[in-house]
């Protein structure tokens, strides 16, 4: 499943307008019990949408990866290309292309160096959503949405030593 931003965004509009049809109309117990339901199958979802949005960042960081692999051996000039043939990245073939013969190296280089800006891309937006997600569930209920997310602590989470920052930044 998929989250969209319009999904996230009419559910928020649409909490906004229930608080709005509240307040004008108080005297109705009937008409509030209705909203109160409504927005507790929105709190509801909230955990299975960010599971969902987590398992998708999962995703597209294993296909950046191999495509970044992809990119690496390609522009590497002592690379042969019946060995790139032979290369499998998590049991697959990390060239399909080669083995059909319809593509050079270049092609596939200029291919995969598309398909790098295209996930980085979609994971930026993806994290945006996760942390909107993550924030909405925290805002309107946190210890339920805590519970279902599982444990998001400080303590849970190692800390990253400056080196280590460092390496990943290429420095």
Do not use: C, W
């Amino acid at each position: 499943m998929d989250v969209r931003l319009n999904r996230l965004l009419n559910s928020a509009e649409k909490l906004i307008q229930d608080k709005k049809d509240t307040k004008d109309v108080s005297g109705k117990a009937g008409n509030q019990t209705q909203k109160a339901d409504e927005k507790s199958d929105f709190v509801v979802s909230l955990p299975v949408q960010y599971h969902n949005i987590q398992s998708r960042l999962t995703e597209l960081q294993k296909q950046l990866s191999k495509e970044q692999s992809r990119i690496g051996l390609l522009e590497d000039n002592t690379q042969e290309e019946n060995k790139l043939k032979e290369l499998l990245f998590e049991g697959e073939p990390l060239f399909p292309e080669l083995g059909e013969g319809n593509k050079s190296k270049p092609e596939i280089l200029e291919t995969s160096k598309a398909t790098v800006s295209g996930l980085l891309a979609e994971l930026k937006k993806k994290e945006v959503e996760s942390e909107n997600i993550f924030s909405l569930g925290m805002m309107l209920n946190p210890e339920e949405f805590k519970g279902k997310i599982g444990s998001v602590s400080t303590a849970s989470m190692k800390p990253i030593s400056e080196t280590m920052v460092k390496r990943l930044l290429g420095g």
